[in-house]
């Protein structure tokens, strides 16, 4: 807040250039644009359809989203102000004004260029113009007579570039219209552009997009085509691999087929169960007969066997007919007779005498004939059925290669089949788009341009406000880099020492005595005056039971020497005995100004007695002979001290004008004698690198030192 403070005060100080610079931009501002003409304005609203969807019918797409909207627009914006779009329209316009019989009749005052122009280099332009309308083709660089074209248009400000300035292209609010403007000095100048570069978007807009929409549907109908053939040409692939490997139904068949041998296997196993039971039943028969039985047994049986076994045999075939036809009807009454005959031969053979007749075991003897029969029956299907079983697993093993084959096709079928459909649905959608595409037209039309509202005032007015603000801008550039001290906060920042004050420049030094009796007229003197009691308050507290006062300076012409004057006439209004020593040998102006024939060489050396104050509000003064010498060069340490113990005895203030730190040495052997040491600094100066020096050393002499005076400050 300090640091603006200060601005603001920086800037007043430079008041009359702010006040000026403005004054005089804005008077020649005005003399500039008096003669500026009025400037008109037409305007036309295209419907884009984007929005409000009412004239399309209804929309394949209602979900867009908001952000979707805007982008199309900006790009619909952005089209409209392309070269491409505003080059025919350049053409037209300079074709109007090639034609115009007239100046009243052009659109704008003929350009150097165009009035130069013979008849015949008329007619060329017109004819190249025309043609490039007609193409819509741009100017060509490298064409010498296109380049001399491209300068006419530019010229007349009908370039591309021009025409962007003077074209303003925007939607309305969240819309479904776009305002197309255009500015300029003619009224009918302004309709036709607007209105041209209206049709001219439109136009080369539509075709874009049905040319768009052609070629998509091309697009899509041959790749649908391409996706329709790749699947006819599988599907006739699958049909023929099924007619050349007879397959009908490979799902169904093989269920059969797996139905098939089940129903075998099974058969399969009651057989063998059959052929197990038979044996054991027959061995537990033949442990009823005695050796003697069996052997007579087997020796009546041989010649009735011999007829079974021919049965058995005709039996047997034709089991193995019955299970290869798969259990087919027509041949189980076969088996069915067979088996009646082999039934009548086992009875013939029970009722023949072939067992002991000492025995009665004719009962058992039936059941073993009937059991063999029975287990022979079973050990031959058992055969037949493994043969059907091997014939079917191999009818199986031949349709697993046909069944991969299958999947294969028909896993491409369906893979073909869903391209195909997603095709044909992405050309539906593009083919029913392109019927209801977005079509822009003019809501509309722009007519004779309005006068627009002057903008003369506001330029004049901003012409001065920029000025102002320029002005203000290189003032703060200046400010920020100027590292100059220009007020006691500042210094104290810059030194970490205390401000005791600051003191204006004073016009009229000479003045300054005299005001001490009367208030003076002069306001900077009267400034000056109430800003040194500040100060001398500041010292008078600092220096308290204390006497003397060294003032010293960083470098040369700072001031020192009218503020320790001034400092010896205000200590004197508040009777203080004075006394003014100066010490600073190469650059005696207080002894030159005061006039004394008291000189401190010949008081330190013993030759003049000491000096006495008159009066309380007296001020006296010890000159020097200004001779290049330092002040211990005079007499030496204890010498000195003793005299300015003296001198205080007699005084109630001893001001000593240093020699500025510049002489370091000089200055030190003054303020080692010194009880208080107050340092005075020029405002507008800054601290260097080579000034840090004596800076460091008053701030390390801590108590003595009182602080700083800044000097020749600008109040206002």
Same mark, same amino acid.
């Given at each position: 807040?300090?640091?603006?403070?200060?601005?603001?005060?920086?800037?007043?100080?430079?008041?009359?250039?702010?006040?000026?610079?403005?004054?005089?931009?804005?008077?020649?501002?005005?003399?500039?644009?008096?003669?500026?003409?009025?400037?008109?304005?037409?305007?036309? *609203?295209?419907?884009?359809?984007?929005?409000?969807?009412?004239?399309?019918?209804?929309? &394949?797409?209602?979900?867009?989203?908001?952000? %979707?909207?805007?982008?199309?627009?900006?790009? @619909?914006?952005?089209?409209?102000?392309?070269?491409?779009?505003?080059?025919?329209?350049?053409?037209?316009?300079?074709?109007?004004?090639?034609?115009?019989?007239?100046?009243?009749?052009?659109?704008?005052?003929?350009?150097?260029?165009?009035?130069?122009?013979?008849?015949?280099?008329?007619?060329?332009? !017109?004819? +190249?113009?025309?043609?490039?309308?007609?193409?819509?083709?741009?100017?060509?660089?490298?064409?010498?007579?296109?380049?001399?074209?491209?300068?006419?248009?530019?010229?007349?400000?009908?370039?591309?570039?021009? $025409?962007?300035?003077?074209?303003?292209?925007?939607?309305?609010?969240?819309?479904? /219209?776009?305002?197309?403007?255009?500015?300029?000095?003619?009224?009918? $100048?302004?309709?036709?552009?607007?209105?041209?570069?209206?049709?001219?978007?439109?136009?080369?807009?539509?075709?874009? &997009?049905?040319?768009?929409?052609?070629?998509?549907?091309?697009?899509?109908?041959?790749?649908?085509?391409?996706?329709?053939?790749?699947?006819?040409?599988?599907?006739?692939?699958?049909?023929?691999?099924?007619?050349?490997?007879?397959?009908?139904?490979?799902?169904?068949?093989?269920?059969?087929?797996?139905?098939?041998?089940?129903?075998?296997?099974?058969?399969?196993?009651?057989?063998?169960?059959?052929?197990?039971?038979?044996?054991?039943?027959?061995?537990?028969?033949?442990?009823?007969?005695?050796?003697?039985?069996?052997?007579?047994?087997?020796?009546?049986?041989?010649?009735?066997?011999?007829?079974?076994?021919?049965?058995?045999?005709?039996?047997?075939?034709?089991?193995?007919?019955?299970?290869?036809?798969?259990?087919?009807?027509? /041949?189980?009454?076969?088996?069915?007779?067979?088996?009646?005959?082999?039934?009548?031969?086992?009875?013939?053979?029970?009722?023949?005498?072939?067992?002991?007749?000492?025995?009665?075991?004719?009962?058992?003897?039936?059941?073993?004939?009937?059991?063999?029969?029975?287990?022979?029956?079973?050990?031959?299907?058992?055969?037949?059925?493994?043969?059907?079983?091997?014939?079917?697993?191999?009818?199986?093993?031949?349709? +697993?290669?046909?069944?991969?084959?299958?999947?294969?096709?028909?896993?491409?079928?369906?893979?073909?089949?869903?391209?195909? @459909?997603?095709?044909?649905?992405?050309?539906? %959608?593009?083919?029913?788009?392109?019927?209801?595409?977005?079509?822009?037209?003019?809501?509309?039309?722009?007519?004779?341009?309005?006068?627009?509202?002057?903008?003369?005032?506001?330029?004049?007015?901003?012409?001065?406000?920029?000025?102002?603000?320029?002005?203000?801008?290189?003032?703060? !550039?200046?400010?920020?880099?100027?590292?100059?001290?220009?007020?006691?906060?500042?210094?104290?920042?810059?030194?970490?020492?205390?401000?005791?004050? *600051?003191?204006?420049?004073?016009?009229?030094?000479?003045?300054?005595?005299?005001?001490?009796?009367?208030?003076?007229?002069?306001?900077?003197?009267?400034?000056?005056?109430?800003?040194?009691?500040?100060?001398?308050?500041?010292?008078?507290?600092?220096?308290?039971?204390?006497? !003397?006062?060294?003032?010293?300076?960083?470098?040369?012409?700072?001031?020192?020497?009218?503020?320790?004057?001034?400092?010896?006439?205000?200590?004197?209004? !508040?009777?203080?005995?004075?006394?003014? @020593?100066? =010490?600073?040998?190469?650059?005696?102006?207080?002894?030159?100004?005061? =006039?004394?024939?008291?000189?401190?060489?010949?008081?330190?050396?013993?030759?003049?007695?000491?000096? +006495?104050?008159?009066?309380?509000?007296?001020?006296?003064?010890?000159?020097?002979?200004?001779?290049?010498?330092?002040?211990?060069?005079?007499?030496? %340490?204890?010498?000195?001290?003793?005299?300015?113990? %003296?001198?205080?005895?007699?005084?109630?203030?001893?001001?000593?004008?240093?020699?500025?730190?510049?002489?370091?040495?000089?200055?030190?052997?003054?303020?080692?004698?010194?009880?208080?040491?107050?340092?005075?600094?020029?405002?507008?100066?800054?601290?260097?690198?080579?000034?840090?020096?004596?800076?460091?050393?008053?701030?390390?002499?801590?108590?003595?030192?009182?602080?700083?005076?800044?000097?020749?400050?600008?109040?206002?």
């Amino acid at each position: 807040m300090t640091e603006f403070v200060q601005f603001l005060k920086f800037l007043y100080s430079k008041k009359l250039i702010l006040i000026l610079v403005p004054l005089v931009t804005t008077i020649a501002s005005y003399f500039l644009v008096k003669k500026l003409p009025d400037q008109y304005k037409s305007e036309a *609203r295209i419907s884009t359809g984007l929005v409000d969807k009412t004239d399309q019918g209804f929309s &394949l797409r209602t979900d867009e989203q908001q952000s %979707e909207i805007s982008q199309k627009f900006n790009n @619909i914006i952005q089209s409209m102000l392309l070269k491409k779009t505003l080059d025919p329209i350049g053409y037209q316009l300079i074709l109007h004004d090639l034609k115009a019989k007239s100046a009243e009749e052009s659109y704008r005052k003929p350009s150097s260029l165009l009035k130069d122009l013979s008849p015949q280099q008329r007619s060329r332009a !017109i004819a +190249v113009f025309t043609q490039k309308l007609a193409t819509r083709d741009e100017l060509s660089p490298q064409k010498k007579e296109e380049v001399e074209l491209q300068d006419l248009l530019e010229s007349m400000k009908y370039d591309n570039e021009s $025409l962007t300035k003077k074209f303003t292209v925007y939607r309305v609010g969240d819309s479904d /219209f776009i305002k197309v403007e255009f500015e300029g000095e003619n009224p009918y $100048l302004t309709e036709f552009a607007v209105n041209a570069l209206c049709n001219e978007f439109i136009t080369a807009f539509s075709n874009r &997009l049905q040319s768009s929409n052609t070629r998509s549907i091309e697009f899509l109908e041959a790749f649908m085509n391409e996706k329709m053939s790749n699947l006819s040409r599988r599907m006739n692939e699958l049909k023929n691999f099924k007619i050349q490997n007879r397959v009908l139904n490979l799902n169904e068949q093989a269920r059969n087929l797996y139905g098939e041998i089940t129903d075998f296997e099974t058969k399969k196993e009651v057989a063998v169960k059959d052929v197990v039971a038979y044996t054991a039943a027959l061995k537990n028969i033949d442990n009823k007969f005695n050796p003697a039985d069996r052997q007579y047994l087997e020796n009546a049986m041989t010649a009735i066997n011999q007829k079974v076994i021919d049965v058995k045999q005709q039996l047997r075939a034709a089991n193995d007919i019955y299970y290869s036809s798969n259990f087919d009807p027509k /041949f189980k009454q076969r088996v069915d007779s067979l088996q009646n005959q082999l039934n009548i031969q086992i009875s013939a053979a029970t009722d023949s005498y072939i067992y002991n007749p000492l025995v009665a075991k004719g009962d058992l003897i039936t059941q073993k004939l009937s059991l063999e029969i029975q287990r022979e029956i079973a050990q031959n299907s058992i055969k037949s059925l493994q043969d059907q079983l091997d014939k079917l697993n191999s009818r199986l093993d031949s349709m +697993v290669p046909n069944e991969a084959r299958v999947q294969e096709y028909e896993t491409s079928i369906d893979v073909a089949s869903k391209e195909y @459909i997603e095709a044909l649905q992405r050309y539906n %959608e593009a083919k029913m788009l392109s019927q209801y595409t977005l079509q822009l037209r003019i809501l509309e039309k722009a007519l004779p341009g309005t006068a627009a509202p002057s903008k003369k005032i506001i330029l004049i007015a901003l012409s001065g406000i920029v000025s102002f603000v320029l002005c203000v801008f290189v003032f703060f !550039i200046i400010y920020y880099l100027d590292k100059s001290i220009q007020d006691p906060l500042s210094l104290a920042n810059a030194t970490d020492s205390p401000v005791l004050g *600051r003191l204006n420049v004073l016009t009229d030094p000479a003045s300054l005595n005299q005001s001490w009796q009367n208030q003076s007229d002069h306001k900077n003197v009267q400034q000056y005056k109430d800003l040194l009691r500040a100060v001398r308050f500041e010292l008078d507290n600092e220096l308290k039971d204390k006497h !003397i006062l060294a003032i010293t300076s960083l470098t040369q012409g700072e001031g020192k020497t009218l503020i320790t004057l001034s400092l010896s006439q205000a200590f004197s209004m !508040i009777g203080k005995k004075v006394l003014v @020593i100066d =010490g600073n040998f190469l650059n005696p102006s207080i002894s030159q100004s005061s =006039g004394s024939t008291l000189f401190l060489e010949d008081y330190l050396t013993g030759q003049t007695a000491l000096p +006495v104050a008159t009066d309380p509000h007296s001020v006296q003064f010890l000159s020097n002979k200004g001779l290049d010498y330092s002040l211990l060069e005079i007499a030496s %340490e204890t010498t000195v001290q003793q005299k300015m113990q %003296e001198l205080s005895r007699n005084f109630d203030v001893i001001l000593i004008e240093t020699p500025s730190l510049e002489s370091l040495n000089k200055a030190k052997e003054w303020i080692a004698v010194s009880d208080k040491v107050v340092a005075v600094y020029k405002s507008g100066e800054t601290i260097t690198a080579k000034k840090a020096p004596a800076v460091t050393y008053l701030t390390s002499l801590k108590n003595s030192f009182t602080g700083w005076i800044l000097n020749k400050t600008t109040i206002a």
